[in-house]
């Protein structure tokens, strides 16, 4: 690995990534065709942030928050930190101090593929974070790793400069030179669904909405009265 | 697989399932004799809810959500989504706009042994889920499944038309025939709790209400007076 | 296993115990030279406990939670009670009738290497759990295990006796003969991180702070100006 | 629960069961229309070892093997014993003395969805098991849970008499009363495959020869000739 | 974490060790009246080997190997290493010259809460592995550990000197001052097994052998003759 | 997603990949500076079996392998299919028609970050597969991915064309403009290796060998004679 701190970087657009970060991370990724998504297994400490930002990336050695404190340095107001590990681990590397430092820089949050902790603490300075785990197993300042470089976290590839979009849902990257094309895209479908919904609510059902009985027929299903009736 | 939807299914009393629901899961659970509790990974996507109600059961493939949209057709009010999953699966299969529509049919809230996205839209229109993971990810409507037929879903068999209880410790189910039976169990139990509770709450000890004593003499139960006695 | 409970157990100062809950699980685990603590699937059934008290130790049988019966009568007020399984079970073995007779006892909480149920009660009554798992699994009384012997609980050590402490970030133990130095070293790092916390957030970087460029750049770490340098 | 044991249960035929022991399990389970897989953490304790047999079924306490006792007394040759768990536990519950009286019986290997020992001497003896665990566990004989009745083992419904496969593969169960017209469509599918095998192994394509390219065409499937082209 | 190597510890009789060995880990964790086993997750990286020897402790960080080359040194003819981990990681902290430079010194084998790699030249070279995890991943030599201090290990407490014994089955622990015990117990419970084994074979029944019969009638178990009787 | 197949990719040298397979997976891993380790959930599905080649990336949806037949096509001797899913999944997308297939065209194997099956099969083909699960559970093939995109598998960035190696230890990738470099890296190292291999086995000790005598010392590492002074 190339131990190393990219200074400069491309970022998003602020302005945009903050505007996905409205639309939320179910819109964000069905706008851009169903991709970006992280692993599931990443959750909020706390419920009801929804943030969108520009990744400064972090790749982490386990038991190490070394970079972390190299990576802040670099952020500006409207990032946020992506931590990822060079092996699965749940240590609380990141806390209230960190926080401290990084919202001193203007950074909306963290999305750490290992552990977080002083839960209290972060959440009443109002500063979100999704990780794997939450621990507060101490860490050291041993080994080196890197610092905007790509890496993947939770499963996903993240450029420095990529957008990230955070909330109850979960966590989505959007690449950094489709953001503007995908804020558009996600709109319009959150104008559709708004349709989508009062039609629904009224009572219609999908099955018409969405026209699936034909498609349902064709693809040979069959609705029968009863239990009985399968039975048989 | 039959791919098949049951338009008619026979339901439990709904004044019944919505006392049950009342009682709550452990109580049900014990009620019946300590059968029928979900595995412990189905979990609330916000805390406070507790439901009772009639399942309508959808058997899903992975990452597609084709037979929720045939199955909220088939909904009553006082009925509970039941979806279980071919295989293992934490897509989010259900968001807002299936909440949506399934309010509007009278339905009560899901049980997904998948996942489950829009947390935030589905607390603010109260519409509780139990489910095995929360995710964005997206769903495709293109392979067939079933509705209203027996599932086993997180473990326990599921027949359309049972009883489904969930609240924040987490979901049992109550075969449709004896649901009667069970609610009047439940009652007994939860008065004879409350006694206990009392007793309990005045100093009296477990060991004494219960009458354990004799019983762990008889199973050779030792009592020292300390480590070093052990360790001797 | 020698079936047996010890009566009378050297309990840590039960005000040393208040204390170092006041400080917390992340702090106190720094404090003692990052030991002690409890693996991270131990959480904590509600937000926003936080504990310190002196442990009654259970070892119990999968499924079977008899013991827990027996250790009440053997707690204090200040005491906590700490269950361990010898083998990994998430069932229910605890719930309101046991928190209610714990909490008669004086008992601050509760840590679980199993399950908990009847969770909105037990946030009523104010008793808090950290548990691995949630679950309404109905348990026996038929096996008998041991009370206030050394146990490993989610994979520590813990003596009967010993200090646990409990909050949002999990759980750790301090051995009783080193409470008042860990305490005395906790209150320590407590001010020493106020200072620190000052001069983060008004905007001086850890890796000042910390003295950390001589070490990175002692250990080959590199800066470069952007990711294109970094290719060539 | 019922704590019941059942003597009598109606068997599928032994011999249709060792034939579609034959077939394997891949093809069973497609045979019967992709249905009746038991979920993929069940793996053999060796491998190579391929049975069909009629499933003799237990639900057992955890961490006790009292009920798999009293199966074996109501077992005959050809038959499979089936062990399902009232909650997740990988205790070692059946080991070589077990096996051995099994043997006696006619007994052709095991399905446990708990724990398993004496791998050494099950393989020497060649009793084949297929678990979620191996684990030397031991195990008690205090409660009961049933015999002979329909339980969720690994995720599917096998009542007593189905016929169970299990090879490298894993487990499939074939629901009683369709033996025989799963063994005939597997016998079908066997020899289509041998047909299909000699022309794939030619050189012929599966997407000519399942004809698939107009039906990629129709989803709207591309093909370009380089990643260049794709990022354009 | 005090960071430290212990030159001398009291190790348990090396014959004794090596007897326990042969008696398997299964029969070993019986006859200490069902202690000291190992989490199941711990696997054999090839099948047959069959080891006892006294343990050598060793407490890593995640992703550093660097205590295990200090405690080579410390390692005797007749003792198995016994790597803990501060937390969880499956990083590949011992491959072929580890084991090359232990097979120097006499050692056994190994127990590592982590990960192994070269798995082709331990099987080789005739050194087994008992591990969580087969990992190529590289680690470092840059934090401290310790060695020879007690380690909790899988769950289960190891002080140097203990006998770890360790089969296809798992891997069990016997405190050093009970070894002799334990060992007489192994044996002797291996002569009744074999006696039990030939009634089993010869066709008696456990139920019987065991004298289950009035024991399950005066719990309350039933027999019904068939199914048809449970419903009814 | 882009719904796509690339028919032309740059592929490193296929006696290059053929030589990095020879040097194994941990070699291979460390000579590139500890970088492209696949997770340690990618097993073989049985011993002994050494490959290395060029990838062929395939972007699957779960349950469904449509796309591994389009990808088949594209494939020249010397090609390791990679195949990735857009969700976590087990289903056994890949058996022994599609190894015939495959091996019909050249392909030294598969790695499949979900199921595969026909284990039997695939072993007297000797055509290896590394997988996260074993499973039969069959797929369909309704739902577009893509081929020869760059995709995560297994965590790991793999780019069409790079170099895939498999062993026992697991997968590692090595991108395709590296791969000259990491051969001449890996087998200096492997000639190192030999060396050291050869003073540990004659009894040199690694902390003499890597010199770590003084930097212990520098870190504060501290011998004691025994337990005894350690307690003190």
Same sequence: chains 1, 2, 3, 4, 5, 6.
């Avoid at 970060?21 to 851009?32: F, R």
């Avoid at 009801?48 to 670099?74: C, F, K, S, Y």
């Avoid at 621990?135 to 080196?144: C, F, I, Q, W």
């Avoid at 104008?191 to 989508?196: I, S």
Wanted: glycine share 10%.
């Amino acid at each position: 690995m190339k131990t190393v701190a990219v200074r400069n970087i491309e970022r998003a657009n602020t302005e945009v990534a903050t505007e996905l970060g409205k639309l939320g991370v179910a819109t964000v990724h069905e706008a851009q065709g169903r991709i970006g998504l992280l692993k599931p297994y990443m959750r909020p400490i706390y419920p009801g942030a929804r943030i969108g930002g520009t990744a400064v990336t972090i790749l982490a050695q386990p038991g190490d928050n070394w970079m972390i404190h190299v990576a802040i340095e670099l952020c500006q107001p409207g990032d946020v930190l992506v931590v990822a590990c060079t092996t699965d681990n749940t240590d609380g590397m990141f806390g209230d101090l960190l926080a401290t430092s990084a919202k001193a820089r203007g950074v909306k949050g963290l999305i750490i593929d290992a552990g977080c902790r002083d839960l209290r603490d972060l959440q009443e300075m109002d500063f979100p974070v999704w990780s794997r785990a939450v621990s507060a197993k101490g860490t050291v300042k041993n080994t080196l790793g890197a610092v905007n470089v790509p890496v993947v976290c939770a499963g996903q590839v993240i450029n420095p400069g990529d957008v990230v979009v955070a909330d109850d849902d979960g966590v989505t990257v959007v690449e950094r030179k489709i953001t503007a094309t995908v804020l558009e895209a996600g709109r319009a479908r959150e104008a559709l669904e708004e349709e989508k919904r009062q039609k629904l609510a009224s009572g219609v059902l999908g099955i018409d909405l969405y026209n699936m009985r034909p498609r349902l027929q064709e693809h040979g299903f069959e609705y029968v009265d009863s239990l009985a009736d399968l039975e048989a």
